[in-house]
Structures are given as structure tokens and as C-alpha cells.
């Protein structure tokens, strides 16, 4: 046996020692590229025209947005399946007598139901933007160029899927436009109307967070936990932000009870633990 044999011989021994192969002997789970790819089409679905360079009109929308959306509810039943399937495997869930399969045709039905509010809200979201960036010259530049409606536009479409329990993929879709982004929001986290990211680079929302609406959030900015003991997974652990909210560059703030009471500011750097009224205005104290 050469040395390259006794390698492979070595290779297999480790991956029964340790696992971490996708699923030999049972169905596969979800795959990144495959995550991707959705993530790209559900974004030209949401943004049309914007993403690639093809011409739309009122003659060929209809049939185009018929074709893709077709097309893709079958590519994301199969990915659901495969994740809900996981879920049996591990003895958290029972697809009943249809299977599988068709609680996940069900969930995509849901989904693309879904999507005109998703739509909706990414709109509201949008003009915040635009409001409230003095560099932002249209809506245009915004939607082909700014990382953090790119991110929030995700995580919208990641929260459905948490919502509706599907392991895996949400928390797919939120790393990978995490990597492209540098914004790493949790699918759990709970996030209001007309929600700004101004840079972005940086910005932590842990799984429990709950943003209000008009909430504006600047590059670094942690939302996270005081504690991250694995026995304090399923309860609140990360802070509760209040309508029209605005956090500056690099603050923190962590705990499941912290509350930052409507209307206030929080300026840069700052590390907040407890809550603080509404209309309050938090900066860094200066020597």
C-alpha cells in the first residue's frame, strides 16, 4: 500500500470517527451553492431587472416574474424537504402522512403568498434610506449599491422561513449575505418598518433582538447577549430597540431586558447594559 493509499485509509477512518459528511446514507441537507443561488433569484424576484442585465417592460414582466417564480418554487421545495427531513432525522419533527415533500410545497406556497408583503415592507425600507442618507442620490443607487438594504432584503425573506420552523436554511441565507456584506443579522431577530443600515460594516443583531420601526443603525453597532451560556438558548437574551431610534457607529448594547425607550439617541462607542427612557440622548462622556 503506497502512502497515498494508507492516506485515504486514514481520510475514512476519521470521517467515521468524527462525521461531519453530508449525510452519507440518508438524504442530502441543504447545500450552500444551492442557498445561494436562491438567495440571488429571490433578490431578482423582489428587485427586478436590477440584478441582471435584461430588459423588462409591461409585455414581458408578466411572463418572465411567471417563469422564474416557477422555476424557483420547485428548486426551494426541494431544499425545504431536505431541511424539514433533517428535522425528522433528529426526532423535532413529524411531516405526517403526506411526507415531507408536501408540508414544504405548502411553506413555498406560503412563501411566494408572502412575498408582495415582503416586497411592501423592503419599500418602506427603501425610502428610509433615501430619507435619511444625505449621500444617497435615488432610489436606484440605493438598491443596486447599498449593502444594508441587500442585507435587510435577506433577512425578510431568512424571518419567514424561521418563523415557519424550517431548520437550516434560514440561518444560510443570513451567513451568506453576511459574507457579503459584512452585516450579520440573525433570522430570529424581530424587525420593524422603514429599518436603515447606513455603512453597515460591522453590525451585530443577535437571534432575540426586537427593532421597532424608523430605526436607524450605523456601521458596528452590536445588538447582542450579556451572557452566551448555551443553557440560555430560547430565552431572551438580546436588547429590545423602540420606534424612531437612531444608534451610532460602534455602540454596544447586550441584554434580553435592556430596552432603549423610544425616540432616543445613542451615540458612538457607547456600551449600554440596562435600559434607559424614551427620549434619551446616550454619548460617550469625554475627559
Known amino acids: 500500500m503506497n502512502r497515498l493509499e494508507k ?24 447545500g450552500r451553492e444551492s442557498i445561494k443561488n436562491i438567495v440571488r433569484s429571490l433578490e431578482e424576484l423582489l428587485f427586478p431587472g436590477y440584478l441582471e442585465n435584461l430588459h423588462l417592460d409591461n409585455g ?8 422564474r417564480a ?8 426541494n431544499e425545504v424537504e431536505k431541511s424539514l427531513a433533517f428535522s425528522v432525522r433528529l426526532g423535532a419533527l413529524n411531516c405526517g402522512h403526506g411526507g415531507c415533500r408536501a408540508v414544504a410545497a405548502l411553506v413555498v406556497d406560503d412563501f411566494f403568498e408572502e412575498l408582495p408583503k415582503i416586497r411592501t415592507l ?12 444625505p449621500a444617497a442620490a435615488n432610489a436606484d443607487e440605493v438598491i443596486l449599491s447599498y449593502p444594508g438594504l441587500q442585507a435587510i ?48 460594516t460591522g453590525i451585530v443583531i443577535g437571534e432575540t433582538t426586537i427593532i421597532g420601526n424608523n430605526v436607524k443603525l450605523y456601521q458596528g453597532v452590536t445588538l447582542g447577549a450579556l451572557s452566551v ?32 425607550g423610544r425616540g432616543s439617541v445613542i451615540g458612538g462607542s457607547v456600551w449600554i ?15
Not at 492516506?7 to 442530502?28: E, P, Q, R, T, W
Not at 414581458?60 to 417563469?67: E, G, I, Q
Request: proline share 4%; glycine share 8%.
Open 7 to 30: 492516506s485515504i485509509d486514514s481520510l475514512l477512518d476519521n470521517y467515521d470517527k468524527f462525521g461531519m459528511v453530508n449525510h452519507s446514507g440518508a438524504k442530502n441537507l441543504p
Open 122 to 133: 423592503l419599500a418602506k425600507d427603501l425610502e428610509a434610506a433615501v430619507r435619511g442618507d
Open 229 to 260: 451560556k448555551k443553557e440560555e438558548s430560547g430565552i431572551k437574551r438580546h436588547p429590545t430597540i423602540e420606534d424612531d431610534v437612531t444608534i451610532y457607529a460602534n455602540a454596544t448594547i447586550l441584554g434580553g431586558e435592556t430596552i432603549i
Open 60 to 67: 414581458n414582466l408578466r411572463s418572465t416574474t411567471a417563469k
Open 153 to 200: 432584503a435577506v433577512h425578510r425573506i431568512a424571518h419567514f422561513f424561521r418563523a415557519k420552523q424550517i431548520p437550516l436554511i434560514p440561518r444560510m441565507m443570513s451567513e451568506h449575505v453576511h459574507r457579503r456584506t459584512g452585516i450579520d443579522i440573525h433570522p430570529g431577530a424581530q424587525i420593524g418598518e422603514s429599518f436603515f443600515i447606513d455603512h453597515g
Open 273 to 287: 447594559t440596562q435600559s434607559i427612557p424614551a427620549g434619551s440622548k446616550i454619548y460617550m462622556k469625554r475627559d
Open 70 to 77: 416557477k422555476e424557483l418554487s420547485q428548486v426551494l421545495i
